[in-house]
C-alpha cells in the first residue's frame, strides 16, 4: 500500500472521542468537538472553572475594597511622622506657667481667636463645640450650603435652627453658598469649592494678621483650655496640627488618638487658606476630641454616608438598611464594612473588628456632663438612637 494511500485512510483519532471521526458536515463536526472536549476534561477542572472561579470572582466583588486595605503595606509607606509637642495643663497652673511649660512666653493680652466650619447638618455637635470654645472665640464663621459635598441637595439646616444658637449671634458671621449641582464630579472638588468661598467669608469677619484661625470640621472639636493656651502665649508654630481623641458614634467608643487634620493658624494676609490636610509637621498632643458620625438619629447618619466625600463607600444599597445601622452602632463596627486604614499589618490586624465599648466620661466637653439628660446618646451605655 502505497503512503499516500495509508495516510488518507487513517486519520488520527482519540479514542475517546474516535464516534466523530469521519463526520462530514463542518457544524455538526464542531458541535461533536465541544462534546469530545468536555468529555475529556476531568472532574476537577470542571470544578475549579464552574465552581471555584465564579465563586473566587464574587469574593472578590464583595470583598475587593477589604482586601486592598489590607495590602496596603505593600504599596503605600506611612506618611512622615509628626513632630509632637507635649502638652502642659491643669485648671491649678497659671498660664505663664502652663506657656512657659511649653517653651513660650506668655503675652501681655490674648490673641483674637476665629472658628470657622463648613456646615452640613451637625447640630448637636455643633452645640457642643461652640458651648466648648465660647469663652475664647472672638468670631464664629460657619458657611452652609444647599448641596452636599456630592451634589444632592439639602435645606439649610443651620438656619431652621439658628435659634438654638442665640448665645453666640453677636459673635456670628453666617454666610450661605448656592451648590453647582455637578452630576458625575469628584466629591472633593465641591469641597474644595466650598473651603474657598470661607476664605472669602472669614475676610467678611474681619479677619486680621496674627489672629487665631481654627480649621477643622465641625465634628473635630478642639478643648477650651487648648485654645486658650494659644491664644495667650507668644512665639507658638504659625501652623499648628491638634492631636484629637478619635471617637465612633459616641464617646463609648474611642478608637485612638491619631486624628490630626484639625489645625490653628496665625492668620497671615495672602497665605493663609481655609484647607483640611497637612499643613505642616508640628502636632500638639492631646487637644480635644474628634467624635465621627456623632449624630442623634438614624437619619442622619443615612444622610451622611449619601453625603460626604467618601460615598463610594457606600458599595452595597443594604448599608443604608436602619436595623443595620442600629446594630452596628451598638457593637462599634464599620458602617462601611471595611478593614482599618493603617500602613503596617501590625496595626490593622490589631484593629480589625468591632471597637472595644469604653466606659469612662472623665475629660469630655463640659457642656455634653452639664447637659447629659439631653445628650445622652453620646454617654456611654446609650447605643439606641431615635429614627428622626
Not at 16 to 39: H, K, N, P, T, W
Not at 82 to 100: A, G
Not at 160 to 176: C, H, Q, S
Not at 358 to 371: D, K, R, W
Request: proline share 5%; glycine share 6%.
Amino acid at each position: 500500500m502505497s503512503d499516500a494511500g495509508y495516510y488518507s485512510s487513517s486519520k488520527k483519532c482519540d479514542d475517546i472521542c474516535d464516534e466523530i471521526c469521519g463526520q462530514g458536515s463542518r457544524a455538526a463536526l464542531s458541535m461533536s468537538r465541544v462534546r469530545c472536549f468536555l468529555r475529556g476534561l476531568e472532574l476537577r477542572t470542571c470544578v475549579l472553572f464552574f465552581v471555584f472561579i465564579p465563586i473566587f470572582i464574587f469574593g472578590i466583588y464583595l470583598h475587593g475594597q477589604k482586601i486592598s486595605y489590607f495590602l496596603r503595606p505593600l504599596w503605600e509607606s506611612p506618611p512622615k511622622p509628626f513632630h509632637i509637642i507635649p502638652h502642659y495643663y491643669h485648671e491649678n497652673v497659671s498660664m505663664e506657667t502652663q506657656c512657659q511649660l511649653h517653651g513660650w512666653k506668655v503675652r501681655e493680652f490674648p490673641r483674637r481667636v476665629f472658628d470657622a466650619v463648613l456646615f452640613n447638618n451637625e447640630v448637636d455637635i455643633l452645640t457642643l463645640r461652640w458651648n466648648e470654645l465660647y469663652p475664647y472665640v472672638s468670631q464664629f464663621v460657619l458657611l452652609e450650603s444647599n448641596s452636599t459635598f456630592t451634589g444632592i441637595p439639602k435645606r439649610l439646616l443651620f438656619a431652621a435652627n439658628r435659634d438654638k444658637f442665640k448665645f453666640v449671634e453677636p459673635r456670628l458671621t453666617y454666610g450661605t453658598i448656592g451648590g453647582r449641582f455637578k452630576k458625575g464630579e469628584n466629591p472633593f472638588v465641591e469641597e474644595a469649592y466650598q473651603r474657598v468661598a470661607l476664605d472669602q467669608l472669614l475676610k467678611i469677619a474681619g479677619i486680621e494678621d496674627d489672629d487665631l484661625l481654627i480649621m477643622s470640621d465641625v465634628d473635630e472639636i478642639p478643648s477650651a483650655h487648648t485654645i486658650n493656651l494659644l491664644r495667650w502665649c507668644d512665639d507658638i508654630p504659625p501652623i499648628l496640627h491638634l492631636q484629637l481623641r478619635n471617637y465612633l458614634y459616641s464617646f463609648e467608643f474611642y478608637k485612638d488618638s491619631k486624628s490630626w487634620r484639625a489645625s490653628v493658624h496665625r492668620y497671615q494676609t495672602g497665605n493663609t487658606l481655609y484647607a483640611h490636610y497637612r499643613q505642616t509637621d508640628v502636632l500638639l498632643a492631646d487637644s480635644g476630641w474628634h467624635c465621627s458620625f456623632c449624630f442623634r438619629y438614624i437619619s442622619q447618619f443615612v444622610f451622611k454616608m449619601k453625603a460626604y466625600s467618601h460615598c463610594d463607600r457606600v458599595r452595597f444599597s443594604h448599608y443604608l438598611d436602619p436595623k443595620r445601622i442600629q446594630d452596628v452602632i451598638c457593637k462599634g463596627a464599620n458602617l462601611f464594612d471595611m478593614l482599618p486604614e493603617e500602613y503596617t499589618f501590625k496595626e490593622i490586624i490589631g484593629k480589625m473588628g468591632p471597637i472595644p465599648h469604653t466606659y469612662s466620661a472623665v475629660h469630655l466637653p463640659s457642656y455634653l456632663l452639664n447637659h447629659a439628660e439631653e445628650y445622652r446618646f453620646l454617654l456611654p451605655g446609650n447605643c439606641k438612637r431615635e429614627s428622626g
